[in-house]
């Protein structure tokens, strides 16, 4: 099946997306979604839009957006950000990809964890990229002392996937000051829920690009929007590869809702909140059941328990109408990955958990 | 400002799309949007939807809409296409970058016409392919001869771009036909407004791949919807592309939308009708101002005029608040590119040109 493929194609193993199953309803704590759907002014903004004019491209420097971007993060870290530091994609993986194709040459090494977003190895085969993973520690912790002095580039995700855990901003920090001259990416997806950004660091180190979403934090993955910030170098980078690929990537309506996202502060303070607490929660009652679950700072939890192999109980609570992830991949094959849902989800999970675990170890 | 950039992204020279001027406000014939709105039903759609469902990650096949330009296509060319022979985009320029990637290797051949759609050499250059241009006739036209048995792939836009001049069914089959082992990419976005689609071929010739827009004859450039119908061969590659490079391009409300533009056969066959009506129309009277008029089965006209400059024309108008697009490249540099808009609109148009053929006739 591959007459017209070319070589690249013919070998790539594409990345697999969480399961999103039409057979029945499920409680789904797969794919990291955010419980919670967009702030109401956003569903709003979007019903009020004079839609007659989708007839009309949308600014191709999507300008509007990324000031308001930029004046949020301006604000929040207290230093100034320009739009000329922002970079807009459709959805985070778009701006990885572009960050590929940017800034990296075939034949480039790049390193991140040996455990971390698996689409990272894709990326790396479909460019033709060296990657090098680093392994983490046996607490599943990166160790920054063996990201010093590298000769390629680095991407870190922060608080990284699916193992949960956070680095601090100062150990961010050293890993761009013992790298001057290497790209440091750090990709974000869930620092809203628990880490720090290392947005404060770009205006003093020019090799950090920070890669941040829509999708978790604020409850667009159905919307996609991601975005960069860096040094105007970097962006002026991204924006050179992108006008030279798709120059219209961000429709109308995805501009409008995103700004007025960023508008209601208040919206994304609050859920943030909720699903930290909700997290906190489960993971108290999950250690209670018997389960080890890795320190979290992100919207999901990364749990083991020693009674019951995790392939098989991701079988069983799927047949008890409950999504969990779960990657057959060396070192994590005995873990899960649980997105935080509602407090109702979560008590029906662990409900069914607790079902289960009385039929397992008993 | 290279500091970071990768050997490629430092010499590129990236697409410029159309100029969208913020100064004031413009008659707007330079990009060729549809003057008419998309239809109320998408529009009404849009607004009913359920978007607090925004915060779930969207179908990444893209089944539905998929399925629903398959049921399309099969019921106009009364010949079977199923949804696994048709690929969604994020726009069609997504698409064609995709096409690079999938189906060329670095190094291979790309024959194209020497004007055509100026996106096509960024490409080549971006994927380091090597494009070999075709030169069209003194008349603009393609020679379908000098693209019989070539050793590179093939990309025809028809109706051709700035050009508005398109092939017959019969020709693109024959390119088709004496080229079975190279992929014959056919960029139909203009198609619609008179030309006839080759999705007709797809089930008889497996190295034809169509790709169409919902930019132009669907009035969704804000949007960014574009497909590829080919071979369930060539739409398998695309998808391992774009499973290797961003599993979700297309949005929620994208998709209802796009669905409900193909259900609404009725405003799109009107609105394109008046749109050639426009066209041909407006045509007649250019020729009456001693226009030179190319024979359009486009949404565009392109048009030259031995009394004055095509340069300080476009000039003139923009001063007079009418926007075209002018291409100062070799062999077009005293023509302009002038979208089909409103009746309205190119009275304006006409009008203004009137004007100015005075003052400068004088």
Known sequence: MSKFWNDKIKEIEPYVPGEQPK????????????????????????????LEDLKLYPDPDVTELGKVIAEYFSNKINNKITYKQVFIGNGSDEILAFIFMTFFNA????????????????????????????????NFEIEIEKYFGLDGHIIITNPNAPTSIALKLEEIEKIAEKNPSQLVVVDEAYVDFGAESAVKLVNKYDNVLVVQTFSKSRSFAGMRLGYAIGSENTIEGLNRLK???????????????????????????????????????????????????????????????????????????????????????????????????????IGIFIEKLEDLLGNNVN
Do not use: C, W
């Not at 029945?24 to 839009?49: D, F, G, H, Q, R």
């Not at 108290?284 to 080890?292: H, N, P, R």
């Not at 995790?310 to 990955?337: H, S």
């Open 107 to 138: 034949g480039d090494k790049v390193y991140y964890p040996d455990i971390t977003y698996s689409f990272y190895p894709v990326y790396a085969d479909l460019f033709n990229v060296k990657e090098i993973k680093i392994p983490l520690n046996d």
């Open 243 to 345: 006008f030279s690929f798709n120059s219209y990537t961000i429709d109308r309506i995805s501009i409008e809702a995103g700004i007025e996202s960023f508008k209601d502060d208040e919206y994304f303070e609050k859920t943030n909140a909720k699903i930290i607490q909700t997290r906190e929660k489960t993971s108290e009652e999950l250690k209670k059941l018997g389960f080890k679950v890795l320190n979290s700072s992100a919207n999901f939890i990364f749990i083991s328990h020693n009674k019951i192999f995790a392939g098989d109980l991701y079988k069983q609570l799927k047949e008890n109408g409950v999504l969990v992830r779960y990657f057959a991949k060396d070192r994590i094959d005995n873990y899960l990955r649980v997105t935080i849902g509602t407090d109702e989800e």
């Open 23 to 50: 057979d029945k309803k499920y409680i789904k704590l797969n794919t990291n979604e955010n419980p919670y759907p967009p702030s109401a002014k956003v569903i709003e903004k979007i019903k009020s839009m004079n």
